[in-house]
């Protein structure tokens, strides 16, 4: 009896799986672009294992990206994805097959659904905001702002801090303002600022505890020159997560000794074209790539994804879980403004 109630679970579970497939190719063709050609597809479980190696390596997407819970039950299963034809630049394309001469044919094989599956991630984010309301922006690594805008800024309050004269002991007044200019947003306020505690003390010491390796004038005008030397600083960073990623697996497989080849920026640049990050402007001209590559790297950024399950986590990414898991929602004192 216990055997073959066994057995009705496990097709039960079979056929529920079989029609949520079904539903969700439905919704994917459903809502996606009707321009757009897109084919379905059931990878086999252990091609995805190997997959599953680059995307976790080099873009932080965990199998959660791809599929919801585990339904696997042998190595003769399936994941279903979904694709759009243009993967085809990558074995078509005369420069990138160049490129790619050095990789073996079944690893090429599975760089191509590496991009596939990254197109599928994304596929699934959409419906899965259309359906729900959440956002795809939601699994990249908030620090990534950090290093997209707020250091920039940092640095320069940091800066005014450390070059605004203080009169002690007396009034130095400061007026803030936010928003001037627009209407309904538009707010101002008169500080007396006592000893000029507001720059002396409270902005500079934030400015201190967020800029961890700046301890003094000199290495803040450095640091702040690299931002201005390194060209456009202002990027999507879902987009850089893809350039990256991209760029470190690609510069692995092929051991290409170059730090931006114009083959390999240009893999990238179709890739976002692929993915519809960049448009047709942008996708001839693979400078731009290699530029947003070379600022990650004097400024020593590897934005990634945020995996899904905790277990996929590095140590880096666990401590920052773990630390904002514990941070508290306030400080009660203010005895550093003293």
């Not at 290699?290 to 995996?307: E, S, T, V």
């Amino acid at each position: 009896m216990s055997v073959l109630f066994s057995v009705r679970i496990y097709l039960l579970r079979r056929v529920i799986l079989f029609f949520f497939f079904v539903y969700l190719g439905y919704l994917t063709l459903k809502n996606m672009d009707k321009n757009a050609q897109l084919f379905q597809y059931d990878l086999d479980w252990k091609t995805f294992q190997r997959v599953l190696y680059y995307t976790k390596k080099y873009y932080g997407m965990d199998a959660s990206y791809f599929y919801e819970d585990n339904p696997f039950e042998s190595e003769e299963e399936f994941v279903f994805i979904c694709f759009q034809q243009a993967t085809e630049f990558f074995i078509r394309d005369k420069t990138i097959a160049k490129y790619i001469e050095p990789i073996a044919e079944d690893e090429k094989e599975v760089l191509l659904w590496v991009f596939r599956c990254i197109d599928w991630a994304f596929i699934r984010a959409k419906l899965r905001k259309q359906a729900e309301g959440d956002s795809f922006e939601d699994c990249i690594d908030i620090g990534e702002y950090y290093h997209q805008t707020m250091r920039k800024e940092l640095l320069e309050l940091y800066l005014f801090c450390k070059a605004t004269p203080i009169r002690p002991k007396m009034t130095n007044e400061i007026t803030l303002t936010i928003n001037k200019g627009v209407k309904n947003f538009h707010r101002k306020i008169t500080i007396p600022n006592y000893s000029n505690w507001m720059l002396r003390s409270a902005l500079l010491h934030y400015c201190e505890e967020h800029l961890g390796d700046i301890h003094s004038v000199e290495e803040a005008r450095t640091a702040l020159k690299g931002f201005q030397k390194a060209g456009r600083t202002s990027s999507n960073p879902i987009a850089d997560c893809i350039i990256y990623g991209t760029y470190s697996m690609l510069k692995d497989v092929t051991k290409d000794p170059k730090v931006t080849s114009t083959r390999l920026c240009k893999i990238i640049t179709y890739f976002l074209y692929y993915l519809k990050m960049i448009g047709d402007d942008e996708v001839v001209d693979e400078q731009l790539v290699a530029g947003r590559i070379k600022y990650m790297l004097k400024m020593d950024k590897k934005p990634r994804f945020i995996p899904m399950s905790y277990s996929e986590m590095n140590d880096a990414e666990r401590a920052a879980f773990e630390e904002e898991m514990h941070r508290p929602l306030h400080n009660p004192r203010f005895d550093d403004l003293l």
